[in-house]
């Protein structure tokens, strides 16, 4: 395991999370996929925690988290809000891949003053009609998550609220959308975005929609040119 392991308990729902890097650091937090876990950022973690106190969270219904058997994104949204007042984290750089980088955006939108830098990696707010994502029949064999919030989302996504995309024209925290290539996201979808926020860009690598594990030390060299990295890491 990397990292030190805790845990943080906002509103009855133990949030697992792994910190790496120097306490006097600037705080980054890092917010997984759908069906992912802290352990999902291992091949960047000890990168980006040169220059940040990173803290990769179980989101809940993931990892080590607890399993409450409700979910949306604005559960997981309030949660993050609490696990950064839980750990005393007045604002940090957050980073968001897929369904964790929507959580992120919805943050933006009701609580920028938490945020320092905004990164999105291949994803944006839902999109009325723009991915349909029917419900999914329980798999046979357990899953290291709660199965339940696969639909839950994906219920979100299919029918999502129109104000999350909307709302993106509001947020005007400094933002960078790290696009995979060969992705099964529209690429349209991330040049919209950009479009429509403020301070937005967008970087493409050669990649799937795992970006950070496709391409981890350029996935990194776009954080870190982004946050004005001086130096930008040899290895991983």
């Known amino acids: 395991m990397i990292g030190e392991a805790g845990v943080a308990d906002v509103d009855e ?10 306490p006097d650091r600037p705080p980054m937090v890092l917010l997984h996929g759908l069906g992912d876990a802290a352990a999902d950022w291992d091949g960047v973690l000890p990168a980006l925690a040169r220059r940040h106190r990173v803290f990769a969270l179980d989101l809940r219904g993931h990892g080590l988290s607890s399993q409450p058997g409700r979910y949306s994104f604005e559960l997981m949204r309030d949660d993050v809000a609490g696990f950064l007042a839980a750990l005393g984290i007045e604002k940090c750089v957050l980073v968001g891949h897929s ?20 990164v999105l990696e291949d994803v944006t707010a839902p999109r009325p009609g723009a991915l349909p994502r029917p419900p999914l029949d329980p798999p046979e064999e357990p899953t290291p998550f709660d199965f339940a919030a696969v639909n839950a989302i994906r219920a979100q996504i299919n029918e999502p609220d129109p104000a999350w995309w909307e709302g993106l024209a509001g947020i005007t925290v400094p933002t960078l959308i790290v696009g995979g290539s060969n992705s099964p996201i529209p690429h349209e979808l991330l040049t919209d975005t950009v479009e429509l926020m403020p301070d937005a860009r967008l970087v493409t690598l050669d990649a799937g929609h795992h970006v950070h594990k496709d391409r ?6 776009a954080v870190d040119a982004f946050l004005g990295s001086a130096d930008q890491p040899d290895t991983l």
């Open 13 to 22: 729902v133990a949030l697992a999370y792994r910190a790496a890097g120097d």
């Open 99 to 118: 369904m964790g980088g929507t959580v992120a955006i919805l943050l933006a939108q009701t609580a920028p003053e938490l945020l320092d830098r905004l």
């Open 216 to 221: 981890p030390a350029e996935f990194v060299a």
